[in-house]
């Protein structure tokens, strides 16, 4: 959640008038999304969402974004709408920064997930899987296991001061990874972030995704093993069984995994795990004096990772043969 | 700009459904307010701000706020109006803190104040305390010249950490004015906070003022020194004239000032300097670990200080005799 970049009501003006959207009527910088800095924007041609790219998201990547929300929402997904401008551009540059407008999406953030949301989530995963099936861009998933090492290379010195083991406990996860990660599983376009914060629903129904800023081709399953770790743990650490299985049967509804993704299902679980802990150790060991923003605790993703561990099959976490 | 508390899915529904306002369509936390977690709300029945009254804001001066805004928006001024439940309260509870839903005001805060904005700050300003005067409610102005001296005591051990010299120049400071400070100048119903985040703007005219919740009983022309104080200097710290006279020329276009107000000003300036500079030293000196809001720079309003500490008559900042 952040405004990290202040504009200027003359620079703000400058920009809307490029499109055809009217004028601004309204603007109000919104606590939502850590990459970058969001602003809901209200013109007299409706409301809208409009996004100041900060550092974190490279600018190179900014084309496969924009051009992935307009192919999704094509094919049906219920996604932020990239909008052009008068020259059919939809990314443009305000305060120093590339930005974008895209249209505002009603619904809510899940706060607390229940097993009600999580049948509707594995389903719309694989509903991003097939729609994206013929999209043309390619994104290489940066934080995938090849980008696990530098992260841990950038953590391991302060890892033991967040909790003693965590050095050598993390080393040893990385190494088998490393050394079982599958190969060859079916691909495409992921989401790779579908966090409860990024899933509207509205009157008990799912009604669409946002941020789509770490989508990127990789394994569909390994998209579905973020689910199971963003959605299907309860607050004290605990797997909820039911939960995964929903969003397993969710998911298999409209795609059904292969025997060689179910088999992986388990690494790569882990590896997800693995994923946001170092992710977040290294935000923790590298919070800049005066933040403006809380890092996330990288000890839930360590608890997730030894149950993950612990698991062998992916019967022991949802799925049914 | 924040958001402290977080709402549920459950607790809002639960909460909106006593109003007659339709669903929740969204809601999104806004980095608007400082005291206070503000949400733009949108609901079938339309767009709303949800504000969440956190600690530093007392309960039993809500009901002052809500009755002067309810009450100033029935004589002219556009600003927020408090939207009353079916039992018709306007003030509830959610997540364990005091709440209202108030109307949503289309328009822009100032971020670089121009001379354009400093005439009809003036206006806005006297039209406020035109509209108040009738008002019954009562609210001592906790942050008037009383107040300072136990600002001062909290903050003093640490002031010339912040720049040397800080402490004495305060302590003398403050003494002059709880000497000088007037007594027996027309007063009423005051904003006390009228920075440009609180004023809106649309297409060049002055749309809208929020932000109620340091409104108080005092002289109306210590308003205007704040005023003075917040639009009237440039970013380097000095005053620019113009804007002082377009400022006080603005609010004499609806009230002129009496004689005793005039004689005043100079006092009230140097107070309203002081004022912000001591409650900006108190939250620099105090800056929680972790805090997710960056503290405003008390020096600046040393600088504001030092320059109405040079000016002997009103005409020196803006007034035309």
Same mark, same amino acid.
């Given at each position: 959640m952040a405004v990290y970049t202040e504009v200027s009501d003359e620079e703000l003006a400058a920009f809307i008038s490029?499109? /055809?959207?009217?004028?601004?009527?309204s603007v109000k910088g919104i =606590?939502?999304?850590?990459?970058n800095s969001n602003f809901l924007l209200r013109t007299e041609g409706g409301t809208f969402i409009l996004t100041l790219y900060e550092k974190r998201v490279k600018a190179e990547d900014l084309p496969f974004f924009i051009a992935l929300m307009e192919h999704l929402a094509q094919h049906g997904l219920n996604c932020p709408q990239p909008v052009r401008n008068?020259?059919?551009? =939809?990314l443009g540059q305000l305060a120093d920064r590339a930005a974008a407008i895209v249209t505002f999406l009603e619904g809510i953030g899940v706060n607390r997930p229940t097993v009600q949301h999580c049948g509707p989530v594995g389903e719309v995963l694989a509903q991003l899987h097939l729609a994206g099936a013929d999209f043309k861009g390619f994104r290489a998933n940066a934080l995938s296991v090849s980008g696990w090492r530098p992260l841990f290379d950038a953590a391991k010195d302060g890892a033991d001061t967040v909790t003693p083991g965590l050095r050598d406990a993390t080393a040893a996860a990385l190494a088998d990874l490393e050394q079982e990660w599958p190969q060859g599983l079916p691909s495409g376009v992921i989401h790779a972030d579908l966090f409860p914060d990024n899933v509207f629903f509205l009157k008990g129904e799912l009604s669409g995704l946002i941020d $789509?800023? $770490? =989508?990127? @081709? /990789?394994?569909?399953a390994y998209d579905l093993a973020i689910g199971l770790n963003a959605?299907?743990?309860?607050? /004290?650490?605990? $797997? @909820?069984m039911t939960k995964g299985r929903a969003m397993i049967a969710g998911y298999q509804s409209l795609r059904v995994l292969t025997p060689a993704e179910v088999a992986a299902l388990p690494i790569l679980c882990r590896g997800a795990a693995l994923r946001f802990m170092l992710t977040r150790l290294v935000d923790w060991l590298n919070v %800049? %004096?005066? =933040?403006l923003v809380r890092p996330k605790d990288p000890l839930e993703y360590y608890r997730k990772l030894r149950f993950f561990q612990s698991a062998d099959k992916a019967t022991d976490f949802g799925y049914v043969e």
């Open positions: 490029l499109y /055809d959207i009217g004028g601004v009527l =606590a939502e999304g850590v990459e008068r020259s059919g551009e =939809a $789509f800023y $770490f =989508a990127c @081709n /990789d394994f569909y959605w299907c743990f309860e607050k /004290d650490g605990s $797997f @909820n %800049p %004096p005066g =933040a």
